[in-house]
Structure formats: structure tokens, C-alpha cells
């Protein structure tokens, strides 16, 4: 018997509220077009995520540092576009 899950249950079990503000940050500072913001967003994940490693909360810990990558790699790219560095 097949199971048909929904996007939105699937989003329910793999998705937590601070990805949902992840997104919506990426997003919004995507638009914006200033690279200094998006490693400017990344330091600040890695910021946040020092002592949270420190107190044990590794899962919000290593998705903070997830999301430092990724916004150091919108960063990259970006700037590899438009020569910004």
C-alpha cells in the first residue's frame, strides 16, 4: 500500500520554525542585493551558534551553522556575479 504524504506534512516533520525565519531572511535579504548584509547574517549565525555548542543544544547549534554557510555561499556567488569582491 502506497503512502501519499502532503507537502505541507512532509514540511510539518522536516522543517522547524527557525528554518521557516530562515528562509524568509534569506529571502528578504536576497532582494535586498546588499552583499554585506548576507555576511553579515552569516557571522551572526556563527555568533549565535558558540554558545549554544557550549550549553549542549546541538541542533539548533549545527543548523546555525548551516545557515552561516549558506549565506556565505549566496554571498559567493553573488559577488563572483557582479565582482564585488
Do not use: H, N
Amino acid at each position: 500500500m502506497k503512502s501519499s504524504r502532503s507537502l505541507l506534512e512532509v514540511l510539518k516533520v522536516f522543517m522547524k520554525i527557525q528554518d521557516v525565519f530562515f528562509f524568509i531572511v534569506l529571502t528578504v535579504l536576497f532582494f535586498k542585493r546588499k552583499p554585506r548584509f548576507l555576511v553579515i547574517a552569516g557571522l551572526a549565525c556563527l555568533a549565535l551558534s558558540i554558545p549554544l555548542f557550549y550549553f549542549w543544544i546541538f541542533f539548533t547549534a549545527d543548523r546555525l551553522t548551516w545557515y552561516a554557510a549558506a549565506f556565505f555561499l549566496v554571498f559567493y556567488v553573488y559577488a563572483t556575479i557582479k565582482k564585488v569582491i
